[in-house]
Structure formats: C-alpha cells, structure tokens
C-alpha cells in the first residue's frame, strides 16, 4: 500500500509534536518550517518528553516555503498560529488535488469558513490538541503535559478520511478521538482557552497555576468560562457545568503553565486575539448573545499587547 503523504505547514510546538507522533511504515511526514529549516534539515527536531526523555523526529522532507512543494499531499496540516497576517489560506491552492484533505489543527472558534469557501470541493477536517507543549529552541520543543487530540469532519458528520487520519497516530502514544460534532468541541476547548490565555498576558507572564492561585482572578475565570457556556448555548451547543468544574480542576492539577499566548507575547509575536476572542465575540452579536466578560477580555488584551 501506498505511504499517505502528509505535509505539516508550521512547524512550532503543535505542528512539531504531532507530525513526529504520525510517523509509521503508513505515512511520509513533510514539513515547511520557515524559521529554522536548516536546524531540522541537520539534527532533526529534538523533543523533551514529559517524562525528561528525549528523541529526534526526521521528517522525510523540510521545506521553508509552501511555494518549493511541486506535489499534492493527501492531507495538508496546518498548524500555524491563526493570525489576519497569515496567507497559508491562498498560498495552499497548487498544493490542493482531487484527494486532497485539509486538516486544521489550530486555536479559535469558526476558523474553518474560509477554507471552506475557497476549497468547497475538499474535505476539511478541525482538529484539536489538548497538550502543555512550547517550543524552547530552534527544532527544540518540549512536551510537559497531555497531548490528546479530538478531530472531526467541518462542519460535522462522520466520514471516512477522518477515521483515517486518526488511525495515523494508533501506533503513538496519542489518544485521537473521532468527533461528529466538532464545534460543540472548539466550544468546549474554548472554555479553557479564553480565560487563560489571555489573562496570563494581561497578568504579564503568569502560569496557569498563578492565575488559579489568586481568588479573584480565579472568580473572574469562571465568570469568562460562563461566557462562553453561553455563547455555546446560543450556537445549539449546551455545555454543562461540569465541563467549567472539570477544566478548572485539571488545570489545577496540572504541572504549571504559560500558555502558548503568553510565550507569543513574551517574544514579541503577533498573539491569536481575534480567533480566540474576537470570533466569539463576532459570533455573540450575530446571536444577540450577551458576552460581556469576553468583550472585557479583548478591550483588556488589546491594550496589553
């Protein structure tokens, strides 16, 4: 049988640790890596494991720009941050043939639109990863903590190429869970991700833990997680309480973290605002949802970063 061809389009801490959790006898793992191709061409990617172990990850080819691949892979990954800066969404075209799949393994809510309006003939799959993982060094990233994926077919429904891609990572130490309901999933994801990360900018650099730590801000995470519930709700999704209470006890539970946002606004990055907050609070005035947390929230990181 034919190796799947999948190519990885952004190469930080996600796109690193997935694509090297994919690779079988089934599959051959491209890449494009735009700030540090070189390192990985040399050494491969270098993880630290949760566990303080380490390994090498070669994929089989790296490019450092989607513009040098003359094929057409069977599943292109995106794993960039999702930033109005970016032009993956157009410069994938050449690269998008017949049995072609894009997976979209990405922060935000209803990020998935424009693809589906410029591919309407491609098959997307959303993806999302629940891990503690940053990228420390070039072809360096460590993985602290977690690291289960949930996919589904966008908007929803079951559907073979996503069962398959998800077979992709059996041989792994990665749960994929198969979703028919993918948005009830990124609502669900949501509820982590918009509290804490952008509190830990506007905390200026604290971890998960910190802000958990003090009574108040840990009032005002709920009060942000209430929000979403809501706006959920308003979408056709109902999330329960017990979703808020399970977020927050594992978080407390779990080793200490600065959220991938925090490390973007450490370095001086373009952070994710507008697919985590501002497309939920676009969404919230198409349903006449009342989030006036998140609307806080965006005022708050806006003047921060």
């Known amino acids: 049988m034919k190796p799947k061809n999948i190519l990885f389009i952004g190469m930080g801490a996600i796109g690193s640790l997935y694509a090297s959790k994919c690779v079988s006898n089934t599959v051959e793992i491209s890449c494009v890596a735009r700030s540090d191709k070189d390192e990985i061409q040399k050494q491969g990617i270098r993880i630290i494991h949760p566990n303080n172990d380490e390994s ?9 720009s989607i513009l040098d691949i003359n094929n057409q892979p069977d599943y292109v990954v995106i794993s960039t941050k999702v930033l109005a800066t970016q032009t993956v969404l157009h410069d994938i075209k050449p690269l998008i043939g017949k049995q072609t799949c894009i997976v979209l393994l990405q922060n935000g809510i209803h990020i998935e639109s424009d693809y589906q309006q410029a591919y309407p003939e491609t098959p997307i799959i959303s993806a999302l990863a629940f891990v503690c993982v940053a990228k420390i060094a070039p072809a360096t990233i460590h993985h602290q903590d977690y690291g289960r994926l949930v996919i589904g077919h966008y908007p929803h429904g ?11 990572f059996a041989e792994s130490d990665i749960i994929c869970k198969v979703s028919e309901s993918i948005q009830l999933e990124r609502y669900k994801k949501l509820i982590w991700n918009a509290p804490f990360n952008p509190l830990s900018v506007i905390y200026k650099g604290k971890t ?8 108040v801000v840990k009032e005002r995470i709920i009060a942000i997680m209430k929000d979403v519930q809501r706006l959920a709700a308003s979408d056709g999704y109902e999330i329960g309480d ?3 209470k399970k977020n927050i006890d594992e978080t407390q539970t779990m080793k200490p973290y600065k959220t991938s946002m925090c490390l973007d606004w450490e370095a001086g990055r373009d952070i994710e605002k507008d697919a985590i907050l501002g497309n939920a609070i676009q969404r919230a005035r198409i349903n006449h949802c009342d989030v006036p947390e998140l609307r806080l929230l965006y005022d708050e990181l806006s003047m921060n970063s």
Do not use: G, M, N, R
């Not at 090498?56 to 450092?64: A, G, L, N, R, T």
């Not at 079951?158 to 992709?168: E, I, M, N, P, R």
């Open 56 to 64: 090498i990850f070669y994929p089989k080819e790296v490019f450092s």
């Open 158 to 168: 079951s559907y073979d190429h996503v069962t398959t891609f998800a077979s992709l």
């Open 208 to 215: 998960t833990q910190e802000l958990l730590a003090d009574k």
């Open 242 to 244: 017990d979703i808020i």
